[in-house]
């Protein structure tokens, strides 16, 4: 049975018992808008009195004081008419990304019924010109010069149409995806945020030195870009209609990555403080392994960025992987003064073992470098090391 996921509830932040409450919900491969109005309920006491009663338990935003149960309480109403209205309940597994990307967007308001109560009513669907579009416009000045050394690479390139959608997180994000017979892991991309074109950056050195000869990064355990996602939008949008025959904007964006896609345990943060997960021996392997693959990655010119052991990953052979290039620092791993330097990720580096010496029972000091020697491994990284890249 497919649960309704709660993407956002608004509401006003300043007291206002008239305030209005939307529910944004994604359910059945749909998405849909739930408005609340309160000078639409004020046709009825009741219907009133709830809606200030809920808005009273939302203002608090107190998740122990009742705040999901009053979301589930403003959901229920609707329930029968988005089941109604989802045009794919269950989502299957199986459908292609830009289904997810796209989904109808269907504005459902909250009426009043001859009984008092609520009344849910279809308003409308949404246009082009609301559809909030993913991704970011390639011709974009902040993104272009970090996207256009990829463009002109070997990269592969795909439309979302292409990628075949095989698991979710449960915030329904895809996650593992199947392109050309090949498994990987999909990273949305988010327009405008800074560690986004920090990590092209880093994944475009990556590449550069993946196609050079002899490689630096051949057996250093790191996280690799294989593809770009891009759409058009005239291709992807042509279930939303435009307003009044006006001419929507149109063109061509980046609406995601292809990264390896790897089993794996967890991540370092997830099982080095525990006995039952490692021995002191995986600690130490591990240890040697990032030290490794740091050293590589500055010898290609890379800096891994956010050193922490959130951001190393543990496949489900015991090695340890790197993961998040994005850049930027966490406060206790990386100084801020040194964040997204060569200075910091040895810092970073020198914490980790630091961090990992307190739960052995020996020192990591002298580590082996257990990397060296071996052969290049197939697989990857994700981001995250939980959802993003799992």
Not at 21 to 45: D, H, K, M
Not at 76 to 101: D, V
Not at 136 to 162: A, D
Request: glycine share 8%; net charge negative.
């Amino acid at each position: 049975m497919q649960n309704f996921y709660i993407k956002s509830v608004v509401w006003d932040l300043t007291f206002n018992l008239e305030s209005d409450i939307t529910l944004e919900i994604v359910y059945g491969g749909a998405a849909f808008r739930i408005c609340y109005n309160a000078r639409t309920l004020a046709a009825s006491p009741y219907a009133l009195e709830q809606h200030h009663e809920l808005y009273r338990i939302l203002y608090k935003d107190d998740p122990d004081g009742g705040f999901w149960q009053a979301v589930e309480r403003l959901r229920k109403p609707f329930e029968e008419l988005m089941t109604q209205m989802a045009p794919n309940p269950p989502i299957e597994l199986t459908r292609y990304l830009h289904s997810y990307l796209y989904p109808p967007w269907f504005i459902l308001e909250a009426g009043v019924a001859e009984s008092g109560r609520v009344q849910p009513y279809f308003k409308a669907a949404l246009s082009r010109q609301e559809f909030g579009r993913p991704g970011e416009y390639i011709t974009n000045n902040f993104l272009q010069p970090y996207l256009s050394p990829l463009l002109n690479s070997k990269l592969n390139k795909y439309s979302s149409r292409q990628v075949q959608v095989l698991a979710q997180t449960p915030q329904l994000v895809p996650s593992r995806v199947l392109v050309d017979g090949t498994v990987y892991f999909f990273k949305p991309w988010i327009s405008g945020q800074v560690h986004g074109y920090h990590e092209l950056q880093s994944y475009r050195k990556i590449l550069a030195d993946t196609e050079a000869s002899p490689p630096l990064l051949a057996d250093a355990r790191i996280c690799r870009l294989y593809g770009l996602i891009i759409d058009n939008d005239d291709d992807v949008l042509q279930h939303y209609p435009l307003d009044n025959g006006e001419e929507g904007h149109s063109g061509t964006r980046l609406v995601g990555l292809l990264l390896t896609y790897i089993e794996n345990r967890g991540t370092l943060k997830d099982l080095a403080p525990w006995s039952d997960d490692c021995t002191n021996e995986d600690r130490l392997r591990w240890s040697g392994q990032i030290h490794y693959s740091v050293e590589y990655l500055h010898n290609a010119g890379v800096i891994w960025g956010d050193a922490k052991p959130q951001n190393v990953l543990i496949d489900m052979e015991g090695d340890a992987w790197l993961i998040d290039f994005g850049g930027s620092y966490t406060p206790g791993w990386v100084d801020e003064d040194k964040q997204e330097t060569v200075e910091g990720d040895r810092q970073g580096v020198q914490r980790i073992d630091a961090w990992l010496t307190k739960w052995s029972r020996q020192p990591v000091t002298r580590i082996k470098r257990s990397g060296e020697g071996e052969g290049r491994r197939q697989g990857g990284s994700v981001e995250g090391g939980k959802e993003e890249g799992l």
